[in-house]
């Protein structure tokens, strides 16, 4: 069989599956021979291609016949069958969105106490402090203690605060129990068993102070002569401008001579601080009588701290009467902070003190120190020192070192 092909019969081809092309649609071209004359069955070998029937939604429909006019006999005719379009893919499923976090539900735990009592906040908190030390008074012998275990709890409001401190390795375990009130116009009332504003080395808090112990001074002053020390009392004080300015007085509970009355102790002090980190004051302290026929203590002090940063400068100058003499007395205090790592620091530091006894009792007192503090973030400190002091009555100077392992919470 002779298949021609004619360029009329491929142009129409092209331009029939130009518009299919463009809807996405796809063609196919049927080639249908011709009848064979005086015969009605087909060519040899050749089947008849059936046109397929026109239904809607069929899947391919007849577009166009073409056979040219001057084709011989037997000439096959083209057919372009227009397909129809494959159906799209379908679109794929949305993606679920995740599950939104489910908040956990409250937790059982109490809470805070400060919470719970309209605005009062309750802190607990304690030292431990462990020493060791050898003197040469005792032939250095070496003594390891429990100095102090103490713990305590705040109470505090807008304007209001309570404390209540024991030390259990003391043979006397109270030792702090007031109140403090801040009033209208930079008042303020203390009142209750606590230390009387006066001998800044008293006052200093163990945990800040850089050298193990007080001093001679302040031993001689205080544990032998009763001048200050925690007792129950009350003081009042004005602090304008923020607290930049204190005047303070108070009345506490004198010690008592055998089964006498006890006395009244009276006590004043007046500081100021310039320009955040040095402070200037002076403070006074009268013990009373029992009797007329009890030796009068009294004594007036003034000093000078000043806190700039790592270098911290104490000075305080003392004179007054007490049951031995006449006596005046000097303290001096420097210790500079060194940061070694974040969280780590050393504190080198170093003091002079000196006690003079005038009639009728006549006699010294000094001492020397020098040591450092190595300490741990804010709860951790080690203490180390050597100590030369003289304490009154003795007749020469001694030596002595100390150990201590200090640890708050």
Not at 296 to 306: D, P, V
Request: charged share 20%; proline share 10%; aromatic share 4%.
């Amino acid at each position: 069989m002779l298949l021609l092909l004619s360029s009329p019969c491929a142009a129409l081809a092209a331009e029939g599956s130009a518009a299919p092309a463009a809807r996405g649609e796809r063609e196919v071209a049927v080639a249908t021979p011709a009848a064979v004359p005086d015969t009605d069955r087909p060519l040899a070998g050749q089947a008849d291609v059936p046109a397929a029937p026109a239904t809607a939604g069929a899947a391919s429909a007849r577009e166009a016949t073409y056979s040219p006019p001057d084709a011989p006999a037997g000439t096959a005719r083209v057919e372009v069958v227009r397909a129809a379009p494959l159906p799209a893919a379908p679109a794929p499923a949305p993606r679920a969105a995740p599950p939104a976090p489910v908040a956990p539900p409250p937790s059982p735990v109490a809470e805070p106490i400060r919470a719970r009592r309209e605005g009062l906040q309750i802190e607990v908190g304690g030292q431990v402090f462990v020493g060791g030390a050898a003197d040469a008074r005792d032939g250095w012998k070496r003594d390891v203690a429990l100095d102090r275990a103490r713990i305590e709890v705040r109470g505090s409001m807008p304007g209001l605060l309570t404390v209540i401190e024991a030390d259990v390795a003391d043979t006397k375990p109270l030792k702090d129990a007031f109140v403090r009130l801040d009033g209208p116009s930079s008042t303020r009332l203390t009142a209750g068993r606590f230390k009387p504003p006066f001998l800044e080395r008293e006052t200093a808090s163990a945990w800040k102070l850089p050298r193990i112990g007080r001093g001679v001074v302040n031993d001689y002053l205080v544990d032998r002569n009763e001048m200050g020390g925690r007792r129950v009392g009350a003081v009042g004080a004005l602090r304008p401008w923020d607290g930049a300015v204190e005047l303070s007085a108070g009345v506490f509970q004198g010690t008592p001579n055998g089964d006498e009355k006890p006395p009244q102790d009276y006590v004043a002090r007046a500081a100021v601080r310039l320009a955040g980190a040095l402070e200037l004051g002076a403070a006074g302290y009268r013990a009373g009588r029992s009797t007329p026929d009890v030796p009068r203590r009294e004594a007036a002090s003034a000093f000078a701290a000043l806190d700039a940063g790592p270098l911290a400068v104490s000075l305080e100058g003392l004179t007054g009467h007490i049951q031995q003499g006449t006596f005046t007395a000097g303290l001096g205090l420097v210790e500079y902070t060194i940061p070694l790592g974040k969280r780590l620091r050393v504190t080198p530091m170093a003091g002079l003190e000196a006690l003079r006894l005038r009639a009728p009792a006549q006699g010294t007192g000094s001492s020397a120190v020098a040591g450092a503090v190595l300490g741990f973030g804010e709860g951790l400190k080690l203490k180390v020192q050597g100590e030369r002091a003289r304490r009154p009555g003795e007749t020469a100077p001694a030596n002595a070192i100390a150990v201590q392992l200090a640890t708050r919470f």
